[in-house]
């Protein structure tokens, strides 16, 4: 299965469209994870027109998007757990507010966003995953965005690229 992990879209403050690299993943996506950000309601219907969407709402997103997303989810799929949450709030750092938000439960995988810097890492066996923002690198080098395929593990991986258009 190929998850394509989206956050931090920003659309249309920071980008009118998706990026094509974005696209072309998304054309071929089992589903689309976006952690938080899009900004608009349009945004989401945006990407649900690529295929099965799942999402949270963030910081700058809009009320029509709240009414139709939780700030949290727990995706149950091919028989791993995924934690969904933008991250952002106040005290710790960005990853630490999203570990917070499953601490007690059994997670294979934690996805975020709100810092618009990727990672990836390993920690007490659970996998910590921002996919960066598509749309606004900030003081990053490229943008990016994540892809996830679910097989007997989880492989994560980022994509990333100098141009949003």
């Known amino acids: 299965m190929k998850i394509v992990v989206v956050s931090d879209t920003h659309i249309p403050k920071r980008a009118k469209k998706f990026p ?8 071929t996506a089992d589903l689309i994870i976006h952690a938080g950000d899009w900004q608009t ?6 990407l649900s027109a690529y295929g099965n969407v799942t999402g949270v709402t963030g910081n700058v997103d809009s009320p029509e998007l709240g009414r139709v997303l939780n700030s949290r989810e727990l995706v149950a799929i091919e028989g791993f757990k995924i934690g969904v949450v ?3 709030g106040r005290g710790k750092s960005t990853v630490n507010r999203a570990k917070s938000a499953f601490a007690g439960e059994k997670v294979d995988c934690i996805i975020f966003g709100h810092s618009h810097i990727p990672m990836y890492k390993e920690e007490d066996g659970v996998i910590l995953f921002n996919p960066g923002s598509a749309t606004d690198k900030r003081r990053q080098g490229k943008f990016s965005f994540g892809l996830i395929n679910l ?13 949003k258009e």
């Open 20 to 27: 094509q690299p974005l696209i072309c993943e998304m054309e």
């Open 41 to 46: 309601f349009e945004v989401y219907q945006e």
């Open 86 to 88: 933008h991250g952002h």
């Open 151 to 163: 097989g007997n593990t989880i492989e994560a991986h980022h994509i990333y690229y100098p141009d």
